[in-house]
């Protein structure tokens, strides 16, 4: 079996990032019909996934042939689980083998470098960086020769962040908060609906840190009560005044950026594959401006990103 012909082991396929990869990865032409999944349940059972319109089976993540097989390995769970240990033993027995971490574990954090398909790495074991990473890199990038200097963001993140279970979660907090309840099922220890907090910002920080190593860059983290769509407030400075009209045309120019007139409706990034602006406001003195951005985090920073990554790498 040449390398072209073997596997590409999906870790967790019915997660949500899991789900978003399923529906995707039949327009990838390199990655279509070479997918093993495998499940990391403590219970070991099996189970069923849909790809392209068939059934496939998801056996428990186990050494042996299958993952053997394997050239290649995307991570889309939610929870660390005692079978992840197999695939990070398989790895260190075969460090050719292509890794894409979507799953933003901590195991798997420390072995992997954050990367978007359009920065060169030299490693084949990667991450999809934090979503607020993605759309920045995105967004500064086609303005670098106009002497960026720093660049502040502040990234609003839903309760699909942590997946299924946390969205059902969402909707029992917010029932029990209408009732005059107390909240009986938190998220991440906290209850999130009609509320928000804030979170330490380091993967992130250091996700922007990778992505624009030239820039001066801050970063904040804020976990929201609504359900799906991030939005991410960025604030640039520049080294010497610059042309609204010369930025506009660099961002219209983008193919990954979507000017919207306001108001720019969270609602509307569902299943959108750009990232959607609100127009840009810009200091008195043309040395800084403001811009507010949002995404589809499932498929931007998500399984889009992931299997862009993939596919640039088999």
């Known amino acids: ?7 590409i082991g999906l870790i967790d396929p019915l997660t949500l990032q899991g789900r978003q990869v399923l529906e995707l990865i039949p327009r990838f032409e390199k990655l279509a019909g070479r997918v093993a999944a495998f499940n990391t349940g403590e219970e070991g059972d099996h189970q069923v996934a849909d790809i392209g319109g068939e059934a496939m089976l998801v056996p428990p993540l ?26 990070l033993d398989t790895l260190e027995q075969h460090p050719e083998a292509v890794l894409i971490d979507l799953s933003q574990l901590t195991e798997l954090q420390a072995m992997t470098q954050p990367a978007t398909p359009r920065q060169e790495s030299g490693s084949n074991h990667l991450r999809v960086p934090h979503p607020a990473a993605v759309l920045a890199a995105e967004i500064v990038k086609p303005l670098a020769d106009l002497g960026v200097m720093t660049l502040d963001v502040m990234a609003m993140e839903p309760v699909s962040t942590f997946g299924r279970d946390a969205i059902e979660r969402l909707a029992q907090q917010a029932t029990a908060r209408l009732q005059g309840k107390r909240a009986e099922h938190d998220i991440e220890g906290e209850t999130l609906a009609f509320s928000s907090v804030t979170a330490p910002p380091d993967v992130l920080t250091e996700d922007l840190a990778s992505l624009l190593p030239d820039l001066s860059v ?3 983290r804020l976990i929201t009560g609504w359900f799906h769509g991030h939005a991410t407030h960025l604030a640039v400075t520049f080294d010497a005044p610059v042309d609204e009209q010369d930025v506009m045309s660099r961002w219209e120019g983008a193919p990954m950026i979507r000017l919207v007139a306001d108001p720019l409706r969270l609602d509307a990034v569902a299943d959108q594959e750009a990232i959607l602006m609100a127009p840009p406001s810009f200091s008195t003195d043309h040395r800084s401006l403001a811009v507010t951005t949002m995404t589809d985090g499932l498929l931007i920073g998500g399984a889009m990103t992931a299997l862009e990554l993939l596919s640039s790498l088999i």
Do not use: D, H, P, Q
Request: charged share 30%; glycine share 2%.
């Open 62 to 87: 186990e050494a042996g042939e299958a993952l053997e097989a394997c050239s290649a390995f995307l991570v889309t769970s939610e929870a660390s689980s005692s079978r992840l240990r197999i695939l």
């Open 1 to 7: 079996m040449t390398r072209n012909e073997r596997k």
């Open 218 to 220: 801050t970063a904040s």
